[in-house]
């Protein structure tokens, strides 16, 4: 399967324990992006890459949410001290960026959070 | 971002075509309109975009309105497998290309 993957599918965290994600896109996709989804309704942006760069962070990027792309392949989205409104569907998608066109984002299955 | 309105529901009887509508009424001139479907318990994919003609592709066709504050995602013969929540997206194309997902349009298929 050549699609973009997301470890882990499922993590359960206590209140004020960190946690990380990571996202594996489409190889050669040089655009990833992460979403954030609660129950019921759409994907909200937080952030995204072209290649290792960060060009773009949502208002909803706190400071405790922290993403990487250290070789412009895979993804880490990192949220320290977790928070029960931070309950959602994280959503990683990619994309391969090479002029003024659209370009379709391809999205993972998404990792689910769950903060007790 | 321009925002989209999309009714919360649709049904539709399999083999049948399906028309869900898409209000924009503040769209700009370099605004796309942009379809997503997610399935159950799966990740957003995309459907089809446009910005001024209609558009064809395997999996829809998309008629825009000629003032633009409107469009319409046709499935010409709706399958129990195109029960999913679908996304009418407005995309600035100064917007890095990321989307802005509003609540979409939940469509059940009746066999």
């Known amino acids: 399967d050549t699609g973009v993957s997301q470890n882990p599918r499922h993590k359960i965290t206590k209140r004020g324990q960190n946690v990380t994600f990571r996202c594996d896109p489409i190889?050669?996709?040089?655009?990833l992006y992460w979403y954030r989804q609660t129950l019921g309704q759409g994907p909200e942006f937080l952030t995204y890459?072209?290649?290792?760069?960060?060009?773009?962070k949502s208002r909803l990027l706190s400071d405790r949410f922290s993403a990487e792309r250290p070789k412009g392949s895979f993804s880490t989205l990192e949220i320290q001290r977790t928070e029960q409104g931070d309950s959602a569907m994280y959503l990683c998608?990619?994309?391969?960026?090479?002029?003024?066109?659209?370009?379709?984002?391809?999205f993972g299955p998404g990792t689910r959070l769950t903060v007790t | 971002d321009a925002k989209t309105t999309q009714p919360n529901s649709m049904e539709s009887n399999e083999e049948e075509p399906v028309h869900l509508p898409c209000n924009h009424s503040?769209?700009?001139?370099?605004?796309?309109i942009h379809w997503y479907r997610q399935l159950p318990s799966q990740g957003p994919e995309y459907v089809i975009h446009?910005?001024?003609s209609n558009v064809n592709n395997r999996m829809a066709s998309l008629a825009i309105a000629e003032d633009r504050k409107s469009s319409t995602l046709i499935l010409h013969r709706a399958t129990l497998r195109d029960a999913a929540v679908y996304y009418c997206?407005?995309?600035?194309?100064?917007?890095?290309?990321?989307?802005?997902f509003g609540g979409g349009t939940r469509l059940m298929v009746k066999p």
């Open positions: 503040t769209i700009s001139g370099t605004d796309y």
């Open positions: 446009g910005l001024t």
């Open positions: 190889s050669e996709h040089n655009r």
């Open positions: 890459f072209q290649n290792e760069a960060q060009l773009e």
């Open positions: 998608a990619s994309s391969l960026h090479t002029g003024p066109n659209y370009y379709e984002q391809y």
């Open positions: 997206i407005l995309r600035s194309n100064n917007a890095g290309n990321m989307l802005t």
